[in-house]
Each structure stands twice: as C-alpha cells, then as structure tokens.
C-alpha cells in the first residue's frame, strides 16, 4: 500500500472510501499521483546535497565550490571532495587542511614545511613532506601530490618543492662491560716497642734491620 492510500485508508479512515465505488477509485488515483509528486519533490531535494545528489550533479556542485576533477580521481573520492570543501576551506588549505587532504588521496601523515627556515625571503614558499609508504611512491605520485598541493593552497602561498621521507624498521642492541677496580694497599703494623733478644757485648748492641716493599 502507498504512503498516502495508507494514510487515507487507515489515518482519515473516511467509511465511503472504504467501498467499491466510484469515490474509492478517486482517492486511489489522487493517492498514487501525491505518491509520484512525493518521490518527485525528495529526488529534487536529493540533489541539492552532495551526499545524496546523482553522479551527474556532482560536477556542478564541484564548480560551485571551485574543484576540479583529478585523472586519476575515482567517482567517489570525487563525491567526498565536494562533500568536505566546506571543511577543508575553513582550514585554510595550510598547515592544518591540505595534510587532510593529502591523507583523502592516500598520502598519510603528511608535514608542511615552510621554505622560510631556509631562506626569510621565501615566506611564500612551502613543501610538503611526504612519508613513503610501505609499497613505495611510484613515479605519478609526484605531480599528482603537486596537483593537490597546487589545488588547495591558499592564493599567496606557492609550491617550492616536495619532500619525501622514510624510515627503516628494526631493533637497537645496545651492550657494555662494567670494570671494577678495586685497590689494597698493605702498610706495615706501626713498631711500638722493640724486644732485644740479643745478648749485649761490652756495653753495645748489633741490632739488623731488614725492609721489605711490598
């Protein structure tokens, strides 16, 4: 049953609809022609979203927000694209926006550099540094990072360069040895007093003194 027989037949609940006639068969096609205008007006609605809208409106709600269409871009990246403009124009397209988006195209944790720390008067100027991934940059990937960077930056920044960067995975061992010295030293036991056991020889006495270094 439709939306709106339904809602003729069991919400108004008018007894005279409810018998073979004449009026029941009105209201039947009055409900399948508000059935048909319904759906109508929600496709109409459907394409003023983005989210929602057919795949051939996305072109004019990606010229209404100033976007252009990649190559090599799919039909939904480009749906999601005009989806986030919003968004990402409200970041600025800078530090904070175009490393979103770079991550949109598949280039993650992405770093703005600005060529300023190289040269003050290169203000302007900035790099994106890009990490490889695990299955490597192929030779598109450059000037197709360089269309992203082209296509979000603000006006009166300007691409220098890109950079790429890449880590190697590993364990550290790191091993030492702990000497210990340990130093004795033996001193003599202080003589206090001497024992003569020698016998005395005409009021002198020998005495021999050895020493010992240790």
Same mark, same amino acid.
């Given at each position: ?18 018998? =073979?006639? *004449?009026?029941?068969?009105?209201? !039947?096609? +009055? ?12 496709? +109409? ?7 929602? /809208?057919?795949?051939?409106? &996305? ?22 694209? /005009? &989806? ?33 720390? !190289?040269?003050? !008067? ?9 990490? &490889? *991934? ?8 450059? *000037?197709? &990072? ?16 890109? /950079? ?44 021999? =003194? ?5």
């Amino acid at each position: 049953m439709s939306i709106f027989k339904e809602y003729f037949f069991k919400t108004l609940r008018w007894p005279l609809i409810h018998s =073979v006639g *004449p009026l029941a068969a009105l209201v !039947e096609g +009055l409900a399948r022609a508000m059935d048909e205008v319904r759906e109508d007006i929600i496709w +109409l609605r459907d394409q003023f979203n983005p989210w929602t /809208c057919d795949a051939g409106m &996305i072109v004019k709600h990606a010229e209404s927000r100033g976007i252009s269409r990649h190559p090599a871009e799919s039909e939904e990246g480009y749906r999601e694209r /005009c &989806i986030r403009a919003f968004a990402w124009h409200r970041l600025g397209g800078g530090q904070l926006g175009m490393p979103q988006i770079l991550a949109h195209f598949g280039y993650p944790d992405t770093e703005i550099l600005n060529v300023r720390q !190289e040269d003050p !008067e290169r203000w302007a100027e900035f790099k994106p540094q890009v990490p &490889i *991934p695990e299955s490597g940059l192929h030779a598109d990937d450059f *000037p197709h &990072i360089g269309w992203i960077a082209n296509e979000t930056k603000p006006a009166r920044s300007k691409l220098a360069g890109i /950079c790429v960067t890449s880590s190697v995975q590993g364990a550290t061992h790191a091993g030492g040895i702990i000497y210990t010295t340990q130093y004795s030293q033996l001193l003599p036991q202080p003589v206090t007093a001497i024992t003569l056991d020698s016998h005395v020889h005409g009021g002198g006495y020998l005495h021999t =003194v050895g020493r010992i270094s240790i």
